[in-house]
């Protein structure tokens, strides 16, 4: 019978392993990843339920300087959600140095009164320890965490300690999801947000910023044995249309059967997944189209 609980806001600039974490964090996979900033476009909710306790994590998108109405969008999540949390966990990157968005963020959770961790990302990547404890004297002059904790989401170097920590912070509570409940997305948002990670991978450096993916219909044929999807691929450009299905439509092939394979294994069942391109022109700029992807505000 869960007794402490709470809702968990991870926070931190675009592509400081926040999804990486909360991945490792549930043993599941729950929020797409990938080296390429501003991967994460909307608040991704995971639920780690374990003896007595429940962390319901809130996975944000990186603060940045929004330029389109989608990038507003992802900013305004996560202003919203520092509102609602009850525990703030601060990720930044062990390389980096001090940036004006955590500077914001520490200062919205210091308003907020938060308790806050700070975890300190990707030492396995640091050549010098003398940048680690630089780079945590200088946030911790800034704010006086409840904990600070060095940790490789990578290779799970340092989160069981994260993961302690936390527990100590939670608050007398109860469950606010059952106990197998892993996250509250649907399933249509999680297959959709398959299909543009494997875009963000196979395209790689040519991959246009402008890209959004809507599952159009998905639906498990009347026997149980496969569930048929069928979804679209919208980008801004013709130019990027070509780049999206490749030569023979050889990218959109691969990006077929890579999500195919990654949806199959969360659904537990054969998939038939069927991928088309569409031309919208500044989508992220128009509200219809930010809506159809899901880019709104869930209560």
Same mark, same amino acid.
């Given at each position: 019978?869960?007794?402490?609980?709470?809702? !968990?806001? /991870?926070?931190?600039?675009?592509?400081?392993?926040?999804?990486?974490?909360?991945?490792?964090?549930?043993?599941?996979?729950?929020?797409i990843?990938?080296?390429?900033?501003?991967?994460?476009?909307?608040?991704?909710?995971?639920?780690?339920?374990?003896?007595?306790?429940?962390?319901?994590?809130?996975?944000?998108?990186?603060?940045?300087?929004?330029?389109?109405?989608?990038?507003?969008?992802?900013?305004?999540?996560?202003?919203?959600?520092?509102?609602?949390?009850? !525990?703030?966990?601060?990720?930044? %990157?062990?390389?980096?140095?001090?940036?004006?968005?955590?500077?914001?963020? /520490?200062?919205?959770?210091?308003?907020?009164?938060?308790?806050?961790?700070?975890?300190?990302?990707?030492?396995?990547?640091?050549?010098?320890?003398t940048?680690?404890?630089?780079r /945590?004297?200088?946030?911790?002059?800034?704010?006086?965490f %409840?904990?600070?904790?060095?940790?490789?989401?990578?290779t799970?170097?340092?989160?069981?300690?994260?993961?302690?920590?936390?527990?100590?912070l939670?608050?007398?509570?109860p469950a606010?999801?059952?106990?197998?409940t892993?996250?509250?997305?649907?399933?249509?948002?999680?297959?959709?947000?398959m /299909?543009?990670?494997?875009?963000?991978?196979?395209?790689? %450096?040519?991959?246009?910023?402008?890209?959004?993916v809507?599952?159009?219909?998905?639906?498990?044929r009347?026997?149980?044995?496969?569930?048929? !999807?069928?979804?679209?691929?919208?980008?801004?450009?013709?130019?990027?249309?070509?780049?999206? !299905?490749?030569?023979?439509?050889?990218?959109?092939?691969?990006?077929?059967?890579?999500?195919r394979?990654?949806?199959?294994h969360?659904?537990?069942?054969?998939?038939?997944?069927?991928?088309?391109?569409?031309?919208?022109?500044?989508? =992220?700029? =128009?509200?219809?189209?930010? =809506?159809?992807?899901?880019?709104?505000?869930r209560?």
């Open positions: 019978m869960v007794t402490k609980s709470a809702f !968990i806001a /991870i926070l931190g600039r675009p592509n400081v392993g926040k999804s990486t974490l909360l991945n490792y964090l549930l043993g599941e996979k729950v929020a990843v990938s080296p390429k900033p501003q991967t994460t476009r909307s608040k991704v909710l995971g639920v780690l339920t374990e003896e007595s306790r429940q962390m319901v994590f809130i996975d944000t998108p990186g603060l940045h300087r929004p330029r389109t109405k989608l990038g507003d969008f992802m900013v305004k999540t996560v202003e919203k959600t520092v509102d609602d949390v009850d !525990i703030a966990l601060l990720v930044v %990157d062990a390389q980096d140095k001090l940036h004006p968005a955590e500077e914001e963020l /520490i200062r919205k959770i210091g308003a907020q009164r938060l308790p806050a961790v700070l975890a300190v990302n990707k030492i396995d990547l640091l050549e010098k320890k940048l680690l404890m630089e /945590i004297a200088q946030l911790s002059a800034l704010h006086d %409840d904990a600070v904790v060095p940790i490789s989401a990578a799970g170097d340092g989160v069981a300690a994260l993961k302690q920590e936390l527990a100590a939670l608050p007398d509570g606010y999801f059952p106990e197998d892993l996250t509250d997305q649907p399933e249509r948002a999680l297959a959709a947000e /299909i543009r990670e494997k875009l963000l991978y196979v395209l790689e %450096d040519e991959l246009p910023h402008g890209i959004g809507v599952v159009e219909r998905m639906k498990e009347e026997d149980g044995s496969v569930t048929d !999807i069928e979804a679209t691929v919208f980008c801004e450009r013709d130019s990027h249309k070509g780049m999206v !299905i490749g030569k023979g439509g050889a990218v959109l092939k691969r990006v077929g059967t890579l999500a394979q990654d949806i199959e969360f659904l537990g069942g054969k998939v038939n997944l069927k991928l088309w391109v569409k031309v919208k022109e500044g989508w =992220r700029n =128009r509200e219809g189209m930010l =809506r159809e992807m899901g880019y709104t505000e209560r």
